[in-house]
Nanobody, 115 residues
Framework: QVQLVESGGGLVQSGGSLRLSCAAS????????MRWYRQAPGRERTLVAL???????NYADSVKGRFTIARDNAKNTVSLQMNSLKPEDTAVYYC?????????WGKGTLVTVSL
């Protein structure tokens, strides 16, 4: 059974940092692209960052230079280091993987950035 469990969200002041983590199980983690999405209140879920099996990364323009995605294949985890946070980064952040044509999501972790 594919499972994704996010952690690390919380309340932080503008300009601060948070590190999110996603623990994956139920599939061969190292061979799949991992993604972080976010969904702000009243808005659609959007892609924040992804990292493929080879370690190549891609970021939404809004987070380039501030967020860093990384993976640890030995621990089956993917992280999102978020620096210089802004109030507009406030959202529920979700981990996503698509092993064996399954579109798997975690339950999300809430990040709130105050002024």
């Amino acid at each position: 059974q594919v499972q994704l469990v996010e952690s690390g969200g919380g309340l932080v002041q503008s300009g601060g940092s948070l590190r999110l983590s996603c623990a994956a199980s139920g599939f061969t983690f190292s061979t799949y692209t991992m993604r972080w999405y976010r969904q702000a209140p009243g808005r659609e879920r959007t892609l924040v960052a992804l990292i493929n099996s080879g370690g190549s990364t891609n970021y939404a323009d809004s987070v380039k230079g501030r967020f860093t995605i990384a993976r640890d294949n030995a621990k089956n985890t993917v992280s999102l280091q978020m620096n210089s946070l802004k109030p507009e980064d406030t959202a529920v952040y979700y981990c996503n993987a698509r092993p064996r044509n399954i579109d798997a999501w975690g339950k999300g972790t809430l990040v709130t950035v105050s002024l």
